[in-house]
C-alpha cells in the first residue's frame, strides 16, 4: 500500500478537538507552524456553553468553534487533546470519518499496546493515520530510552519524573465522585521510584476517606506512593510545571560503566502539544496504520526538505 500524501502542496488543516490546557497550547503550535492550519476547535456541546474564555470567544467569532468536526470542512488531522480514558473511542470515530489522529495516551504497558492494535485495524480499514502516546512519556522520552538502550544494550534505564504537576493523575483525581477539584504532583524518590503527591478540593457533602480510597486504588495511582491531602483551594497550588531525568548505566559491546543521562525542565501541556503537532505533520508521511513515537523515522516531525534538513543536522 503506499504512503499517503495528503494536502502535501498546501497547508495541513488540523482540528484541535479539546479546550483544556493541552488544547490551548495546541492552538498555538499549529498556528507557529509553516506547514498548517488551524481548521477550528472541536469541543463538547456543554463544555461550548459554558465556557467563556476569551481566547475560545475569539476563535467562536470566526466561526472555528464548532461541536461536530465535520462542520470544519476538510480535516487532513485531529490532536485529541482529551482525558486518556475518551481517547479509544474518539480516536475510533475520527478515524471512520477519514481524518488522521494523534494523542497524548498516557497509560503505558497492555492499555497502549491494546490502543495502537484496534486503531491499526481501524486505520488500515479506512486509509488514515493514528499516531498513539505522542506526549514527553510516553512520546519522546520513549525514543530517549531507546536511543540509550541501542548505545548501551546491557544495562539498567531510570525514569525520574517532576517535582511537577501530572496532567493524566490530576484528571484521574478529578473524575472522582465528590471532588470538586485536584492536583497531582509527582515527586521524585530517585532510581525510577516516585511519591503522587495529591491534593483535592472537595464538595460540600463529601466523605474524604471515601474519596481517598478511590484515589489510592484508581490504576493511575496504585503503584505508586500516594499520599492525598484536603485543601481549601486548589488553584492556589497549580503551577504546570513538571520535567523528567533519564540515566542509564550500561554496557557498550564489551566495555562496561557507560553512563548516559538526559534532563529536562518544562511547561507540561506546552510540549505535549508541541510533539502532539509535530507527530500531526508525520502522519501525512506514514502508510495507512497506527504508529507509536518509536516507530516513526524522526525527520517526518520537522517541516523541511530532507536534504536540508539532513546537511543542516546530520
Request: a neutral charge; glycine letters at 8%; one cysteine or more.
Amino acid at each position: 500500500m503506499n504512503i499517503i500524501i495528503k494536502n502535501m502542496t498546501s497547508k495541513i488543516r488540523v482540528a484541535v478537538v479539546g479546550y483544556g490546557n493541552i488544547g490551548k497550547y495546541a492552538i498555538e503550535a499549529v498556528r507557529e507552524a509553516p506547514d498548517m492550519e488551524l481548521a477550528g476547535v472541536v469541543e463538547l456541546a456543554e463544555i461550548l456553553r459554558d465556557n467563556n474564555s476569551y481566547g475560545l470567544t475569539v476563535l467562536r467569532s470566526y466561526g472555528l468553534v464548532t461541536s461536530d468536526v465535520r462542520e470544519l470542512g476538510k480535516v487532513d488531522v485531529a490532536l485529541l487533546c482529551v482525558p486518556s480514558r475518551s481517547v479509544p473511542e474518539m480516536a475510533e470515530q475520527y478515524l471512520s470519518l477519514g481524518i488522521n489522529t494523534v494523542d497524548s495516551f498516557d497509560i503505558h504497558g497492555d492499555p497502549l499496546w491494546n490502543l495502537r492494535c484496534n486503531l491499526d485495524k481501524i486505520g488500515k480499514e479506512r486509509n488514515v493515520v493514528a499516531i498513539v502516546s505522542a506526549g514527553w512519556d510516553p512520546g519522546s522520552d520513549s525514543v530517549v530510552r531507546v536511543l540509550f538502550e541501542a548505545m548501551a544494550p546491557k544495562g539498567i534505564t531510570y525514569t525520574n519524573f517532576g517535582p511537577g504537576m501530572s496532567m493524566g493523575h490530576t484528571v484521574a483525581a478529578k473524575s472522582k465522585k465528590g471532588v470538586r477539584n485536584a492536583l497531582s504532583m509527582t515527586m521524585p524518590v530517585g532510581a525510577g521510584v516516585h511519591r503522587r503527591m495529591v491534593y483535592v478540593e472537595l464538595q460540600p457533602d463529601a466523605i474524604f476517606a471515601e474519596v481517598e480510597q478511590a484515589i489510592k486504588t484508581d490504576a493511575y495511582f496504585v503503584k505508586d506512593n500516594t499520599v492525598v491531602t484536603q485543601v481549601e483551594n486548589v488553584d492556589a497550588l497549580l503551577d504546570t510545571g513538571h520535567g523528567t531525568f533519564i540515566e542509564r548505566k550500561g554496557v557498550s559491546g564489551a566495555t562496561h560503566n557507560q553512563l548516559f543521562e538526559f534532563r529536562m525542565k518544562i511547561n507540561n501541556p506546552a510540549l505535549t502539544s508541541q510533539i502532539m503537532v509535530s507527530c500531526g505533520r508525520a502522519t501525512m508521511r506514514q502508510k495507512p496504520g497506527a504508529y507509536t513515537m518509536l516507530e516513526i523515522p524522526l525527520i517526518d516531525l520537522i517541516h523541511g526538505e530532507r536534504e536540508i534538513l539532513i546537511k543542516n543536522i546530520v
